[in-house]
């Protein structure tokens, strides 16, 4: 399995993102989004079932942030975004359910997101 992320940038505070993850290899695994800022751990953003049909997300960001998936790819899309979102992103895989702890065991090289 491989993961390979993209769509991050810089933006403003307020402004909109929508990071994909495209994967490669088994595609019905559980996935995630993780984020790290320098000097700070891992931590998990949100997370979604094979189907789609179950959704976890971080406190920081429910209500400003969406996962989604579809046969080929996981999305997040972030608005109003905040300058503490800055951060890289991760995508993350696994056959097990993990929701928003970090035991997958598949990841994305990840995407860097700047608020300003």
């Known amino acids: 399995v491989q993961l390979v992320e993209s769509g991050g940038g810089s933006v403003q505070a307020g402004g909109s993102l929508k990071l994909s993850c495209v994967v490669s290899?088994?595609?019905?695994?559980?996935m995630a989004w993780f984020r790290q800022a320098p000097g700070n751990e891992r931590e998990a953003v949100a997370a979604i079932s094979p189907s789609g049909a179950s959704t976890y997300y971080a406190d920081s960001v429910k209500g400003r942030f969406t996962i989604s998936r579809d046969s080929k790819k996981m999305y997040l899309q972030m608005d109003s975004l905040k300058p503490e979102d800055t951060a890289t992103y991760f995508c993350a895989s696994d056959p097990q359910w993990w929701h928003l702890m970090a035991n997958y065991n598949y990841w994305g090289q990840g995407t860097q997101v700047t608020v300003s």
């Open positions: 290899g088994y595609k019905s695994y559980y």
